[in-house]
């Protein structure tokens, strides 16, 4: 099988959007049913071509016309914007004033290189299985709250093709979001801003925000496996300093430092190992912190850390999003089943309920699905040939989950149109 070379990108668009591009599904999800006329018509499209040619208000009256211009132009990269008051092809003939994006799904970005100052593995645009699970956590913390806390039914979140996901909730209510909405919602997730290592995360013990304590019990799941094993995120001192500079009481940070040098000198019985010596290892200097907390907590002592273990592992996992992205109704996003021109990967839509097993290395590149292609048996029966190319390649599941989605949101519209009837039939 072919490794991915971007300078191939050329060559394999035209075959990627003839054969693999779901247009039908697509063009379902974008207008809505055909909800409100015009609906379609008026979102906007923009297009970065070869050489980083951008092209922005671009809008099609039909499936036939986005795929007749996406299959001409072959373009590095889609972005879906805002649904406005006019065609947005149309915008230099309309009035300023008058052309006004209107409404948009609401939409999360969240990207792993936000995470680059509590991940040890990877740095900047690289990600491997020891930091991805960040983005596994994130979902499920997010996915939860949306649907949870603000009842939104029909979210679509898509693999970025590089080191990050997309979240795009498109019922109908967040659809209509004004911008200040957005920006309430986006600020409610938010706990964790990027950058330094300084402590960015508090709460109070007995006072925590429901949203919050489904979110702890999310990280809780998979601190063993992620934190301490993947991570090694105590291996150092260095690391260690950096954890501590999170604990507010000094009392607290001193009784800790002499428990993890008891650990270092041999000195630290273990329970577990019968009474043997602790070995000095990331795992054993988080129980030293757990346990120190829990005996300050049963003290009454330190009053400002009794949540700190809560806090580093919120700092360490919580989700982090561009805000700035979710809050404006004018502001683009990479379309789902973009090539990503610097991977070659597909951004695929997920299965929120197999996120554990979801590989992003193993995301299908695009020489990977021309190669399947070529090799697909011409001798086939008809039927079987007749069938979808992206069906019979290994976009077939990844296709079939935004189909889901889609029909999912097709159920509703169909609800709402029969509502819509009975009202208009009233007297």
Excluded at 249 to 264: F, R, S, W
Excluded at 268 to 285: L, M
Excluded at 359 to 383: F, G, K, Y
Aim: charged fraction near 30%; include cysteine; proline fraction near 4%.
């Amino acid at each position: 099988m072919s490794e991915y070379d971007p300078t191939c990108l050329p060559d394999f668009l035209p075959i990627y959007y003839k054969k693999l591009f779901p247009f039908g599904p697509y063009y379902r999800w974008l207008s809505y049913g055909g909800m409100e006329k015009n609906y379609f018509c008026n979102r906007e499209f923009s297009f970065t071509l070869k050489d980083d040619i951008y092209i922005r208000y671009q809008s099609f009256g039909n499936q036939q016309e986005l795929e007749k211009e996406v299959q001409k132009r072959c373009p590095y990269k889609i972005d879906i914007g805002a649904v406005f008051t006019h065609k947005p092809k149309d915008h230099k003939v309309v009035k300023a004033t008058a052309f006004q994006a209107k409404e948009k799904e609401l939409v999360f970005d969240i990207d792993m290189t936000d995470y680059d100052d509590v991940r040890n593995c990877c740095s900047g645009a690289d990600i491997c299985e020891k930091c991805w699970p960040l983005m596994v956590i994130a979902i499920k913390v997010i996915n939860r709250a949306l649907r949870e806390d603000f009842g939104f039914k029909h979210l679509l979140w898509v693999f970025s093709g590089r080191r990050g996901v997309h979240c795009w909730v498109c019922d109908e209510k967040a659809r209509k979001l004004s911008q200040n909405a957005r920006s309430a919602i986006a600020e409610y997730l938010s706990l964790v801003k990027g950058g330094e290592k300084l402590k960015k995360v508090y709460i109070f013990d007995k006072h925590i925000h429901p949203s919050i304590r489904k979110a702890i019990e999310v990280v809780e799941t998979h601190s063993k496996e992620y934190l301490i094993k993947k991570q090694d995120f105590l291996e150092t001192d260095e690391q260690l300093e950096s954890v501590l500079k999170l604990i507010p009481d000094q009392g607290l940070k001193t009784e800790i430092n002499e428990g993890i040098d008891k650990l270092k000198a041999g000195k630290w019985k273990s329970k577990e190992d019968d009474g043997q010596p602790a070995k000095d290892n990331t795992f054993n200097r988080w129980k030293i912190l757990c346990i120190l907390r829990e005996v300050a907590r049963e003290k009454g002592e330190y009053h400002k850390s009794h949540s700190c273990i809560e806090e580093i592992m919120l700092q360490y996992m919580y989700p982090r999003l561009d805000v700035n992205v979710s809050t404006g109704v004018n502001h683009l996003l990479k379309s789902p089943f973009c090539i990503h021109p610097k991977t070659g990967k597909v951004c695929v839509p997920l299965n929120v309920n197999e996120l554990d097993s979801f590989d992003p290395m193993a995301v299908p590149t695009l020489s990977r699905l021309c190669d399947e292609i070529n090799n697909l048996d011409t001798s086939q029966d008809e039927t079987t040939r007749k069938v979808r190319e992206y069906k019979r390649i290994s976009m077939k599941d990844c296709v079939q989950v935004f189909e889901d989605f889609v029909q999912d949101m097709e159920k509703t519209w169909k609800g709402k149109k029969l509502e819509d009837s009975d009202i208009k039939r009233e007297f």
